[in-house]
Every structure is written in C-alpha cells, then in structure tokens.
C-alpha cells in the first residue's frame, strides 16, 4: 500500500512528464478534438476543413459562395504554404505521367490548361475585403474589370509544369471561360508571367454557355480538329468532367468558387 507521501510523488511525477511530453511534442492531436488546421495554424471553425475536403472531391455542389464561418480558414489556405504544397504536388503527378507518355512527334499531342485560379491565380483580388475569398456573393464587374488589368501572377507549379511539358514535345492549349472580349488582357497577363507561347487559346464566345457543355464542346472540336488531348488541367471539376476529357485529368484546389 503507497502512503499518502508515495502517492503525491507519483502524483507530481506524472504531471512532469505529461508537461515534459507536450512541450516536447506540441502538435499531438487528440483524436477527437485535433486543434491544428491548415500550415499547423489553429483554427476554431474546424467544420470548414471538412467543407473544404467536399468542395475537392465534388461532394459538395452548385453552392454560391464560402460560408461566412469559413472565411478565415479560406484565406489561411489560400495565402498559406498548404495550398501552394498541393499544387505543387498536382504539377508534379501531372510532369510524372507526362514524361511517360509515348509522344507521336506530329504536333497533335496536347495539354489542355485551364486559366483561372489553374494557371493564372486570382488571389490578389479575392483577398479584398470587398471579396473576402468568396464569402462575399460574386461581383462579375468587379472581376472583370480586375481580368482587364491583367496582373495575375502564375500559379508557381503550375508555370513550372507548363515549361517541361513544352520541353517534353507537348503543345499546350488554354481553354478558359472566359469571354473573347478579355482576349487582349488574357494574352498580356499570360505573356507577362512566363506562359509565351501556346497552340490555342480558346476563349468563350457569345452565347456559348458555361461549364461542362462549354468545355465539352471546345475540346470535341480539339479532337476533331486532329488534336489528341493527352492532359487536362483545371481548378474546376467542370473543367474535367463530360466528353472529350483526355486522357487523364489532373485538378488544381480551388474553395474559393464553384462553376458547374
């Protein structure tokens, strides 16, 4: 039988070395309660992790915007080293499978990119407190009046994806919807930031609709057109899914927006 002196010492024995362990060890997570969210950044809203896991296996669709809850989180990941972890690990899936590929040489193999928030990001203006990282509804003047000033930066890996595929023989093709009213600034923002040069860049005309009909559409006429769509590449699950779809699909993360 431990006396009440014996007791205390195992006591205060086993809270120093349940102190020494957390300070050792200061990102344990219980398994019910974890308190790390993206970057080993804490966050109180953890619901919106699991939102954010819906939106990237399209679980969660046709919603409108980021929940108000989930606007902090939207913008430590966007802004932080776990989104640019995860495109970078998509760019580099994506440069193992192309490498492997068995090229025909005649110029027909592409790679098919989307632009927005794929190749070109948007950050600079979704992280406006008049957008708040989609937890505000969406301003199309305001978007494309940001679209006209063509200052988007490229999406680091997916820049770095896009060189080796054209060293690898690849021609790259930018299918985006965005309107052929933008095509000016759209060639400008892509040259500025290291994407010269392309087989096609493919904008939206008038009336062509949105989404999976108008992707579908563009690259059966690439397939048509002789063109053997060898990668396809998008932010969107609308920018990978229907017809003509290529021969892998790789997609980018994106919490920000939904486009069906």
Same mark, same amino acid.
Not at 69 to 87: F, N, P, S, T
């Given at each position: 039988?431990?006396?009440?002196?014996?007791?205390?010492?195992?006591?205060?024995?086993?809270?120093?070395?349940?102190?020494?362990?957390?300070?050792?060890?200061?990102?344990?997570?219980?398994?019910?309660?974890?308190?790390?969210?993206?970057?080993?950044?804490?966050?109180?809203?953890?619901? &919106?992790?699991?939102? @954010? *896991?819906?939106?990237?296996?399209?679980?969660?669709?046709?919603?409108?915007?980021?929940?108000?809850? &989930?606007?902090?989180?939207?913008?430590?990941?966007?802004?932080?080293?776990?989104?640019?972890?995860? &495109?970078?690990?998509?760019?580099?899936?994506?440069?193992?499978?192309?490498?492997?590929?068995?090229?025909?040489?005649?110029?027909?193999?592409?790679?098919?990119?989307?632009?927005?928030?794929?190749? *070109?990001?948007?950050?600079?203006?979704?992280?406006?407190?008049?957008?708040?990282?989609?937890?505000?509804?969406?301003?199309?003047?305001?978007?494309?009046?940001?679209?006209?000033?063509?200052?988007?930066?490229?999406?680091?890996?997916?820049?770095?994806?896009?060189?080796?595929?054209?060293?690898?023989?690849?021609?790259?093709?930018?299918?985006?919807?965005?309107?052929?009213?933008?095509?000016?600034?759209?060639?400008?923002?892509?040259?500025?930031?290291?994407?010269?040069?392309?087989?096609?860049?493919?904008?939206?005309?008038?009336?062509?609709?949105?989404?999976?009909?108008?992707?579908?559409?563009?690259?059966?006429?690439?397939?048509?057109?002789?063109? @053997?769509?060898?990668?396809?590449?998008?932010?969107?699950?609308?920018?990978?899914?229907?017809?003509?779809?290529?021969?892998?699909?790789?997609?980018?993360?994106?919490?920000?927006?939904?486009?069906?």
């Amino acid at each position: 039988m431990h006396t009440p002196t014996q007791t205390m010492a195992s006591t205060l024995l086993f809270l120093l070395l349940t102190a020494t362990t957390a300070i050792a060890s200061p990102n344990i997570i219980h398994l019910l309660r974890p308190h790390s969210g993206s970057g080993g950044h804490k966050h109180s809203n953890l619901n &919106c992790l699991s939102w @954010r *896991l819906a939106v990237e296996t399209n679980n969660l669709q046709k919603w409108t915007q980021v929940p108000q809850a &989930c606007e902090d989180y939207i913008g430590h990941y966007m802004l932080g080293k776990q989104y640019r972890r995860d &495109c970078d690990l998509v760019a580099a899936e994506a440069y193992e499978y192309a490498k492997a590929l068995n090229l025909t040489g005649d110029g027909k193999d592409v790679w098919v990119f989307d632009i927005d928030e794929t190749t *070109l990001s948007n950050l600079p203006y979704y992280a406006r407190d008049t957008v708040a990282f989609g937890a505000i509804p969406f301003n199309s003047t305001a978007f494309n009046a940001w679209v006209v000033e063509a200052t988007a930066p490229a999406i680091p890996g997916s820049l770095k994806l896009y060189k080796k595929l054209l060293k690898l023989g690849l021609k790259i093709v930018f299918l985006t919807g965005s309107e052929e009213i933008y095509m000016e600034a759209r060639v400008k923002n892509l040259k500025a930031v290291g994407y010269t040069t392309w087989e096609k860049l493919i904008m939206k005309g008038v009336g062509e609709g949105s989404g999976v009909v108008y992707k579908s559409k563009k690259r059966k006429e690439l397939e048509e057109g002789g063109y @053997r769509i060898r990668g396809n590449m998008g932010d969107q699950w609308s920018d990978l899914l229907g017809s003509n779809a290529g021969d892998r699909t790789f997609k980018v993360p994106d919490p920000m927006y939904y486009i069906g």
